[in-house]
């Protein structure tokens, strides 16, 4: 099921999950297990060499999981893709085989926030730096580039300000300096986006939101497109270089365009163990069937909403890239054609207590913290998420004192306004 002729939907059913080839079942059994029995004394040591596929142990490779991962490869249009944890795992892996000790990143200042306090505070405790830009400006990738760079990392699409980089230009730059371009594409999906298409060498998932798409599983991935040469510079080591831990295998020579996926199962999960739950795999799989009608009814709901909010007299502004008065709304027409998402700021008029009062009278709306669900959420962040930092931080991070971030759901869109509306309405009161 990698015919490249099937469309987007019958790949988001069908790619990974043929009927079991012992039982006949039809659905993806859960493979809750921990070992997997070899045939023989060679065949293990076959496997512990890396001279044959199969599975040793679930820190490493899952029939569960690698169903996840056939699927999710597809869907980008990559070669190979590891499963993780969570999302933010996945960002840690896609970088640990790229990166040692005093290598740097350059990255977008629009991240998710979660992704840069990892590269503010966790990351310099590995050795590694990280370089943050305004991706606005694609030139400032080149700039802060230096010999010691490993990757570029952006989103496709923001979280939470709506931000659309410019995939190709970046790209472009990537490549300029021999570096892969790690893509978070979290919010846009591959339903909305693949950039792949745009000269993306990494994409990383968290699939905890629109992926599985009912706000139950924890879940990360790394999709490689196999299209980086990992001898360039001889800045990637562990890949194209002898790696000790498996007899000075040299992975690109073995592997090709599957070092990369190789590298990170055979090394990076073994080692660092952040490996997915077979069970929220199935569930994510099982979410996936739907990617392309719920992300159909997330963006069409998420305009609608916008279209509402910008005309409402007690809204400052609204900041979805979907909308024409949007900053980003030709970069959105052309990378993401299909629909901005579902996740966007907007302010209210009256600033913080305003803000908090339409949470707190929000019905329909869940106040919390997460996004991609089927429901839909709400979160004031000056109160949450971004409470620990100063005001002027807050403002930079775009988390201001009147900002109030959606995650739209897939209910009736008339419902999804009307509770706005009546919020709104008690907190101008
Ligand atoms: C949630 C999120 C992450 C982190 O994923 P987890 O699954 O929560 O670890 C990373 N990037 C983006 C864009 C996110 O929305």
Redesign the pocket.
Same mark, same amino acid.
């Given at each position: 099921m990698t015919d490249k002729t099937y469309g987007f939907e019958t790949l988001s059913i069908h790619a990974g999950a043929a009927p079991d080839a012992t039982t006949g079942a039809r659905a993806l059994p859960i493979y809750q297990t921990t070992a997997y029995a070899f045939d023989n004394a060679d065949h293990a040591a076959a496997l512990f060499n890396l001279q044959t596929v199969g599975f040793i142990y679930s820190r490493l490779t899952n029939p569960t999981n690698a169903a996840l991962e056939t699927r999710l490869a597809t869907l980008e249009g990559g070669r190979g893709c590891t499963v993780t944890s969570? %999302?933010?795992?996945?960002?840690v892996l896609a970088l640990f085989s790229l990166m040692s000790s005093g290598a740097q990143i350059v990255a977008s200042s629009r #991240?998710?926030g979660?992704?840069l306090q990892q590269m503010r505070n966790t990351y310099p405790k590995f050795g590694w730096k990280a370089e943050i830009v305004d991706a606005d400006q694609p030139e400032n990738f080149k700039r802060a580039a230096n010999e010691n760079t490993r990757a570029f990392f952006i989103?496709s699409l923001?979280?939470p300000g709506g931000v659309v980089s410019d995939l190709e230009a970046i790209a472009r730059i990537a490549e300029s300096v021999g570096v892969p371009l790690l893509v978070?594409n979290? #919010?846009a999906t591959p339903y909305l986006c693949k950039p792949i298409d745009y000269g993306a060498t990494l994409i990383?998932h968290?699939?905890?939101?629109f992926l599985s798409g009912t706000g139950t599983s924890? %879940? %990360?991935a790394v999709v490689d497109s196999g299209k980086f040469d990992w001898t360039r510079g001889g800045k990637f080591p562990s890949l194209a270089g002898p790696e000790p831990a498996y007899h000075g295998l040299n992975f690109f020579e073995t592997f090709g365009d599957m070092a990369y996926t190789f590298h990170s199962h055979a090394v990076g999960l073994r080692d660092l163990g952040p490996s997915q739950a077979p069970f929220n795999s199935w569930i994510t799989m099982l979410g996936m069937e739907t990617l392309g009608l719920r992300m159909e009814r997330h963006c069409a709901n998420a305009l609608a909403v916008a279209r509402f909010l910008e005309t409402h007299s007690a809204v400052a502004w609204v900041n979805y890239a979907g909308l024409p008065s949007n900053k980003y709304f030709a970069l959105a027409q052309k990378y993401l054609p299909k629909g901005a998402g579902s996740?966007f700021t907007f302010g209210v008029k009256g600033g913080y207590d305003v803000g908090v009062k339409v949470v707190d009278n929000v019905d329909l709306f869940s106040h919390l913290a997460?996004?991609?669900d089927a429901k839909s959420l709400i979160i004031h962040p000056a109160s949450t998420t971004h409470r620990q930092l100063t005001d002027e931080q807050r403002v930079a991070a775009g988390a201001g004192p009147d900002v109030l971030r959606l995650s739209i759901g897939i209910e009736t869109v008339d419902d999804i306004i009307r509770d706005l509306a009546q919020a709104l309405e008690k907190a101008t009161v």
């Open positions: 969570s %999302g933010h795992a996945a960002q #991240l998710y979660g992704s989103e923001a979280n978070d979290t #919010l990383v968290s699939t905890t939101k924890m %879940g %990360g996740v997460n996004i991609g």
